[in-house]
């Protein structure tokens, strides 16, 4: 069964980057045809899906984030990870990564984020954006 955690800073400043890392257990980054997800979610609202990396390597943004937005990954260490550039207190979510076929992240990019379309997530981690 593969597993998802999230590790990063719970704290981050006004224009500064938020960064988070995804380290998967019990399958591959690389699997074909899975996709990685970056999601989240502000206090009272819905799930945002923010964007992903493919099993190939190949990234997918949110077009509302998709400037501020770089996803990455590290295949030795079996990591995928977020950066989002110039925060604010918009930002503030909990953050999740999660897994779902390649084919069911593009309607999710298409359609908006529906939880029963990924079939694995982390536990989340909260992010606060605060001078």
Not at 15 to 37: D, E, H, K, N, P
Not at 53 to 75: F, V
Not at 83 to 107: F, G, N, R
Request: proline share 5%; with cysteine; glycine share 8%.
């Amino acid at each position: 069964q593969v597993q998802l955690q999230e590790s990063g800073p719970g704290l981050v400043k006004p224009s500064q980057m938020l960064s988070l890392t995804c380290t998967v257990s019990g399958g591959s980054i690389t699997t074909r045809y899975y996709a990685w997800s970056w999601i989240r979610q502000p206090p009272g609202k819905g799930l945002e899906w923010m964007g992903a990396i493919a099993y190939d390597g190949s990234t997918y943004y949110s077009p509302s984030l998709e400037s501020r937005t770089s996803i990455s990954r590290d295949t030795s260490e079996n990591q995928f990870s977020l950066q989002l550039s110039s925060v604010t207190p918009e930002d503030s979510a909990v953050y999740y990564c999660a897994k779902a076929s390649l084919l069911m992240t593009m309607a999710t990019m298409n359609r908006g984020c529906v939880e029963t379309d990924f079939d694995s997530w982390g536990q989340g981690t909260q992010v606060t954006v605060s001078s």
